[in-house]
């Protein structure tokens, strides 16, 4: 229960009629007179609230770094899968060459494209020749993996103009 004391002393004033404290003498005018036990509640009654309001602000914060994070982390597993795809779209690509019976003959046509420049026209008609020798079959998983692989180099151009 809130009591009256002395704003100078401190003296309890409770039951006091006269207009000056009896333990020091001042005028309450002059003094004053404060009143102890509801502010303090309230006071604590504050404290605890904005303390409250604290750790619900950290936690938040906390929950959308977290979340922020997660975010991040798996866009980063998503750019990683997507390269993996590619590349093994490129690998596919170049076992299909390889298991094909011109394989060899066009891993040849390649070396010799990238060492002679000069003869590129020769060595694309020699290439469209053993093209046109394979089945309907290998020609179509051929051009299927060519698609594949000019997307992924697109990617990969893209990727590096982003950067």
Not at 73 to 80: D, E, I, L, T, Y
């Given at each position: 229960?809130?009591?009256p004391?002395?704003?100078?002393?401190?003296?309890?004033?409770?039951?006091?009629?006269?207009?000056?404290?009896?333990?020091?003498?001042w005028?309450?005018?002059?003094?004053?007179?404060?009143?102890?036990?509801e502010?303090?509640?309230?006071?604590r009654?504050?404290l605890?609230?904005?303390?409250?309001?604290?750790?619900?602000?950290?936690?938040?914060?906390?929950?959308?770094?977290?979340l922020m994070?997660?975010?991040?982390?798996?866009?980063?597993?998503?750019?990683?899968?997507?390269?993996?795809?590619?590349?093994r779209?490129?690998?596919?690509?170049?076992?299909?060459?390889?298991?094909?019976?011109?394989?060899?003959?066009?891993?040849?046509?390649?070396?010799?494209?990238l060492?002679?420049p000069?003869?590129?026209?020769?060595?694309?008609e020699?290439?469209?020749?053993?093209?046109d020798?394979?089945?309907?079959?290998?020609?179509?998983?051929?051009l299927?993996?060519?698609?594949?692989?000019?997307?992924?180099?697109?990617?990969?151009?893209?990727?590096?103009?982003?950067r």
């Open positions: 229960m809130p009591t004391h002395c704003g100078h002393c401190q003296y309890n004033l409770t039951g006091i009629e006269d207009n000056r404290c009896p333990e020091c003498g005028l309450f005018i002059e003094a004053g007179v404060k009143i102890v036990g502010g303090s509640r309230g006071r009654k504050q605890w609230l904005a303390a409250m309001f604290g750790l619900f602000l950290l936690a938040g914060t906390s929950v959308s770094y977290a994070v997660r975010s991040r982390m798996q866009a980063a597993v998503a750019q990683q899968q997507a390269a993996v795809a590619r590349q779209a490129a690998l596919a690509m170049e076992r299909t060459i390889l298991d094909s019976s011109q394989g060899a003959n066009l891993i040849e046509l390649v070396r010799t494209v060492s002679r000069k003869e590129l026209t020769e060595l694309t020699a290439l469209q020749q053993i093209f020798s394979l089945p309907d079959a290998e020609k179509e998983k051929l299927q993996l060519r698609k594949e692989y000019e997307a992924h180099l697109r990617h990969q151009r893209d990727e590096k103009e982003n």
